[in-house]
């Protein structure tokens, strides 16, 4: 979001501060609570979100130099992303051709020599454009072996304004201007392309994927479960909303922000007081603040079970130690502040839906985006 955008949207934010209200959806919206518990819905989850649907891998700084690589399984099928030396992306099924062994299990890495991968398991390694380049043993373990038909299998991807997409299906592509609906636009200017990755943190949760998504896509919890820490610095129920595809994108205002108002506009530093939610459809959120952003990547198990990945990038590397250190601690207690309330509060309502009791689970207007990432999901499920 450049400079007019957030101006623009200070000047939202004040308005709602004025009005005491926030954005508001066109009514409620009631969702039947078997839609987090039902199996055979689970099962449908799991292939038309997670393997026949565009994924985000994340922003462009995650690779940002060539030989660069990026695997991950979470969706059911295995994936390596590899930066190109011309700056372009390939992605294929992280399968060996001989036995389907995983080139790679470590999420982010060099390629050895920056140029090819080795299978840890016999040796057969490829360069990066997939190409089988190597067979130890080969004339004699494999004669006749036409390695021109034994690369890896590609996977669509690509790559727009900094937002990385792939596709888990093979047999099928995407339209990256279709995805993202325009949310980059939004996103533009905050560092997707440059930053410097920190790193990520990785979180089980003993609950349903969406229930875990549920959480991030309103600001009416802050004053009651976070009354000790976020409601120290950020309204409540308070935010405006911006609709991109099946992505929205909501920013919040710090308690602070009416100091603008005895400022001119010239003088305004709007990331000091704001901080901004963008959902990228079906599972991702990427969390901007004042000097840095955050990604936060969630993906069922199982019915009742989850995995978060929490990533942090910053405008620069850390100077030194001391200030890595510093980094990583605040890292920590972002991290730390989900787990012991969010999700801890979030497990409670877990135990109400092993109760197996027939009810609705009400979605206020005042949270229009819970309601976004619920409608798209009936949506791409054909649920009605």
């Not at 996103?187 to 410097?196: E, I, N, R, V, W």
């Not at 709007?270 to 990228?280: E, G, N």
């Not at 969630?298 to 590397?317: E, G, I, K, N, T």
């Not at 801890?344 to 229009?368: C, F, M, S, W, Y």
């Amino acid at each position: 979001m450049h400079r007019d955008r957030q101006i623009a949207e200070v000047k939202a934010l004040l308005a709602l501060i004025a009005r005491k209200s926030t954005a508001l959806a066109r009514e409620v919206m009631a969702i039947d609570v078997q839609e987090y518990t039902d199996p055979a819905l689970f099962e449908r989850e799991k292939r038309q979100l997670f393997r026949n649907y565009p994924q985000f891998v994340g922003p462009s700084c995650l690779l940002p130099e060539a030989g660069d690589y990026f695997a991950f399984d979470d969706t059911g099928v295995p994936i390596l992303l590899v930066r190109q030396p011309e700056g372009t992306l390939n992605a294929f099924l992280n399968i060996c051709s001989h036995r389907g062994a995983p080139l790679n299990e470590c999420q982010h890495g060099k390629a050895k020599k920056g140029r090819l991968f080795s299978c840890p398991y016999h040796g057969w390694s490829y360069d990066l454009e997939g190409c089988l380049i190597g067979v130890p043993f080969g004339s004699e373990g494999f004669p006749g072996l036409e390695r021109d038909k034994l690369g890896l299998r590609p996977l669509k991807v690509a790559e727009k304004n900094g937002l990385i997409f792939v596709m888990p299906n093979p047999e099928l592509n995407f339209d990256i201007d279709e995805v993202l609906g325009g949310i980059d636009e939004h996103l533009a200017g905050f560092g997707l392309q440059d930053h410097h990755y920190l790193g990520v943190k990785q979180v089980y949760t003993d609950f349903s994927w969406k229930l875990n998504m549920d959480t991030f896509h309103e600001f009416y919890h802050f004053e009651h479960l976070h009354a000790e820490s976020i409601a120290q610095m950020a309204y409540s129920n308070l935010g405006t909303y911006h609709q991109y595809g099946r992505n929205h994108a909501m920013g919040s205002a710090t308690l602070s922000i009416t100091e603008l108002e005895s400022l001119p506009e010239d003088q305004w530093q709007p990331r000091a007081y704001t901080s901004h939610v963008h959902y990228i459809f079906p599972n991702t959120v990427i969390f901007v603040v004042e000097d840095h952003f955050q990604t936060w990547r969630v993906y069922p198990l199982a019915a009742d079970r989850s995995v978060v990945y929490h990533s942090m990038f910053l405008p620069q590397a850390p100077a030194s130690e001391e200030q890595r250190d510093e980094y990583e601690a605040y890292f920590q207690m972002i991290n730390d502040v989900a787990v012991t309330e969010d999700y801890t509060l979030v497990d409670k309502i877990r135990r109400g839906l092993d109760a197996d009791i027939k009810r609705q689970v009400l979605l206020g207007r005042n949270e229009p985006g819970v309601q976004n990432m619920h409608r798209q999901i009936h949506d791409v499920l054909g649920m009605k």
